[in-house]
């Protein structure tokens, strides 16, 4: 991937993302990103960095295990440069489709061969549905009984049965491929959109690609992913705790863990197809729609402005003065060439680096 067209991203994303924060905070909140970071207490940023590197270091001993489990040595900094990488390329890339193919991409210059390295990347991400759809599951009720009769709750549904959807489907094609092809076919004849069937004939392609994938690594050592499952449920807290407290640090209310872990994870099924790098905009907006039925608007506002420049901005910038500083990093960035063209779905550049 060209770096000019990642500082560009990045430079869109800054924009795209101060402007929805303004808004927020000339309508909502009646102050301005300034005034809120100087009336942020230093201590607060500190602890939500330290919790980043806590959330950053426990995906890495995750991705560690399942290597490892199969055979192939990575130590624990090659396995946080690979989710740091990883997410980096997320943040920096439309809908987050950069990430997965540089995953692999990087996997595989550490002696790991391609199609283990594909069957790790697409298997995690089948993880990560059956995960939400987990939480949302456990957390449905609660959240129903907090946000009821608000704007906030349907943005929440929406994102629900947005993984109830995409996890329906992931067992179809475990359980009955056809079936789920059946179903395909009828939608198509019933819109008679040749771009919707092409973009349904592409989605039960990397629904199929996901499960051959999660077939195989569970073949090999089911209790490699059974374990990997656990520690993503428990290790999901950690960015729901950094949002919880970045706004209770200047907020008069304290609520439930639990709330704010299944509100975040609905909204994040959505909020990550928004087309903008690293869905800047789309965060800022949709959480404070929702969390400002929970908090004060001018908390949520300030906290969530702090967490995204701990969780995006941040990275962001670390990442670029990695391309600038090492000279290794600029090779590896290179190799990850056109991974927004063509297919919005993240599994075409999937086959671009297998």
């Given at each position: 991937m060209d770096i000019k067209k990642i500082l560009k991203n990045v430079l869109i994303a800054l924009v795209i993302g101060l402007a929805i924060v303004n808004i927020i905070g000339i309508f909502f909140a009646k102050q301005n990103p300034v005034t809120a970071l100087k009336s942020y207490p230093f201590k607060a940023i500190i602890v939500l960095i330290l919790l980043m590197v806590s959330d950053y270091s426990s995906q890495a001993i995750r991705t560690m295990i399942i290597v490892r489990s199969l055979g192939y040595k990575i130590t624990f900094f090659q396995?946080?440069?690979?989710?740091?990488?990883?997410?980096?390329?997320?943040?920096?890339?439309?809908?987050?489709?950069?990430?997965?193919?540089?995953?692999?991409?990087?996997?595989?210059?550490?002696?790991?061969?391609?199609h283990e390295a594909t069957n790790i990347s697409l298997t995690r991400m089948f993880e990560s549905v059956f995960i939400t759809f987990t939480i949302d599951i456990m957390m449905l009720k609660i959240i129903l009984r907090v946000l009821?009769?608000?704007?906030?709750?349907?943005?929440?549904?929406?994102?629900?049965?947005?993984?109830?959807?995409?996890?329906?489907?992931?067992?179809?094609?475990?359980?009955?491929?056809?079936?789920?092809?059946?179903?395909?076919?009828?939608?198509?004849?019933?819109?008679?959109?040749?771009?919707?069937e092409e973009r349904e004939r592409k989605a039960l392609e990397w629904l199929d690609m996901m499960t051959k994938s999660t077939r195989e690594?569970?073949?090999?050592?089911?209790?490699?992913?059974?374990?990997?499952?656990?520690?993503?449920?428990?290790?999901?807290?950690?960015?729901?705790f950094m949002i919880k407290y970045a706004i209770e640090v200047v907020s008069?209310?304290?609520?439930?863990?639990?709330?704010?872990?299944?509100?975040?994870?609905?909204?994040?099924?959505?909020?990550?197809?928004?087309?903008?790098?690293?869905?800047?905009?789309?965060?800022?907006?949709?959480?404070?729609?929702?969390?400002?039925?929970?908090y004060e608007p001018k908390a949520v506002m300030t906290g969530i402005f702090v967490f995204r420049l701990v969780t995006y901005y941040l990275i962001v910038l670390l990442g670029i003065l990695f391309m600038w500083k090492f000279s290794g990093f600029r090779e590896e960035v290179s190799h990850v060439d056109g991974i927004e063209h063509g297919n919005e779905q993240a599994q075409s550049t999937v086959d671009d680096n297998k």
């Open positions: 396995s946080l440069e690979n989710f740091f990488l990883t997410v980096f390329f997320s943040l920096v890339t439309p809908m987050s489709i950069g990430g997965q193919p540089f995953q692999i991409y990087h996997l595989t210059k550490l002696g790991i061969p391609s009821k009769g608000t704007l906030g709750l349907s943005v929440i549904m929406v994102g629900f049965f947005v993984t109830f959807g995409i996890t329906i489907a992931g067992l179809l094609t475990f359980t009955n491929r056809d079936l789920l092809f059946v179903i395909f076919k009828f939608f198509s004849r019933i819109t008679k959109s040749k771009k919707l690594l569970f073949r090999k050592n089911y209790w490699t992913l059974i374990v990997d499952f656990i520690l993503g449920l428990v290790i999901s807290l950690i960015p729901s008069t209310r304290n609520v439930p863990l639990s709330v704010v872990w299944g509100a975040v994870n609905m909204l994040n099924t959505i909020v990550f197809y928004i087309p903008t790098p690293g869905s800047s905009g789309g965060v800022e907006g949709f959480y404070q729609l929702v969390f400002s039925h929970i």
